[in-house]
T-cell receptor
Framework: KAGVTQTPRYLIKTRGQQVTLSCSPI?????VSWYQQTPGQGLQFLFE???????NKGNFPGRFSGRQFSNSRSEMNVSTLELGDSALYLC????????????FGPGTRLTVL | GQQVMQIPQYQHVQEGEDFTTYCNSS?????IQWYKQRPGGHPVFLIQ?????EVKKQKRLTFQFGEAKKNSSLHITATQTTDVGTYFC?????????FGTGTRLQVFP
């Protein structure tokens, strides 16, 4: 089976812009979770989607949003980018739940200038 | 909210020495998972512990879940340079995984 894929792998944006990141889970996996990883804060949970519905949400502002499509592919959007949004954004998929073994993608490295 | 602390934050060892990282939660956990992230890579699942007092081994790695299901440890015997990376525990309580702060392991040959 192909692993979790994320596009783009690298992204440079400026403050105030918005960005959309994409994640394709492992075939058959219906749960997709998003995490933000920074050196200072570690791995922070953003949200989880299952069957096109947001099932759980972390403590991030409303500028961070996501969605899931019928084929389980997921996108996350960050609007009005801030310098502090610079991070590695990791997508992880699982067959049924964000609490089970997570299969991570390679991540998207976002730099906000 | 629930917090998961890991110690130490960093550990530098000579190849062949042992290494242990500890994970502590403020609340009782349903299960705990361990992940390894190589430098420049992404987290990779290692194992899941579910039962109180559970001990599992994977070659040189030994994982333990505390009796009260509030703490866990990962012990590596005779480290090798291939063990370099950051080790995360991830606690599952209700509806999501909470990742620990991670322990970065550096192994000197």
């Amino acid at each position: 089976k192909a692993g979790v894929t994320q596009t783009p792998r690298y992204l440079i944006k400026t403050r105030g812009q918005q960005v959309t990141l994409s994640c394709s889970p492992i075939s058959g996996h219906r749960s997709v979770s998003w995490y933000q990883q920074t050196p200072g804060q570690g791995l922070q949970f953003l949200f989880e989607y299952f069957s096109e519905t947001q099932r759980n949400k972390g403590n991030f502002p409303g500028r961070f949003s996501g969605r899931q499509f019928s084929n389980s592919r997921s996108e996350m959007n960050v609007s009005t980018l801030e310098l502090g949004d610079s991070a590695l954004y990791l997508c992880a998929s699982s067959y049924t739940s964000g609490r089970n073994e997570q299969f991570f993608g390679p991540g998207t490295r976002l730099t906000v200038l | 909210g629930q917090q998961v602390m890991q110690i130490p934050q960093y550990q530098h060892v000579q190849e062949g020495e042992d290494f242990t990282t500890y994970c502590n939660s403020s609340t009782t956990l349903s299960n705990i998972q361990w992940y390894k992230q190589r430098p420049g890579g992404h987290p990779v699942f290692l194992i899941q512990l579910v039962k109180s007092g559970e001990v599992k081994k994977q070659k040189r790695l030994t994982f333990q879940f505390g009796e009260a299901k509030k703490n866990s440890s990962l012990h590596i015997t005779a480290t090798q340079t291939t063990d370099v990376g950051t080790y995360f525990c991830a606690a599952s309580n209700t509806d999501k995984l909470i990742f620990g702060t991670g322990t970065r392991l550096q192994v000197f040959p």
